[in-house]
């Protein structure tokens, strides 16, 4: 049974820095693509960040290049989000989902099979 358990999330300043966890189970998540999306209340789901399972490669939301870094530790079975330079405009839902996106459509959220029940993300002074 796949389960995915995201963790990290919290109430920052402006300006602070999380790092948000997508931890699996029943998988080994190196297999997949791993997403990163945000909800806002009353809004779809939009893509952060992924990494791509061929290579690794690594995409990011224009909003939050620079900021944002994902990466995958294979021996925890974990993907991370790191978040820097944190706005209030980035207060939202984060959600981890996997799948077999490749680099063109990474941001779409019909590449994703599984998501996790999602960690909330306040940045707020």
């Known amino acids: 049974q796949v389960q995915l358990v995201e963790s990290g999330g919290g109430l920052v300043q402006p300006g602070g820095s999380l790092r948000l966890s997508c931890a699996a189970s029943g998988i080994s998540l190196d297999k997949y693509s791993v997403g990163w999306f945000r909800q806002f209340p009353g809004q779809d789901r939009e893509g952060v960040a992924c990494i791509i399972r061929s290579d690794d490669s690594t995409y990011y939301l224009d909003s939050v290049k620079g900021r944002f870094t994902i990466s995958r530790d294979k021996n925890k079975n974990t993907v991370y989000l790191q978040m820097d330079n944190l706005k209030p405009k980035d207060t939202a839902a984060y959600y981890c989902?996997?799948?077999?996106?490749?680099?063109?459509?990474?941001?779409?959220?019909?590449?994703?099979?599984?998501w996790g029940q999602g960690t909330q993300v306040t940045v707020s002074s």
């Open positions: 989902g996997i799948g077999g996106a490749d680099g063109g459509s990474w941001w779409s959220l019909w590449e994703y099979d599984n």
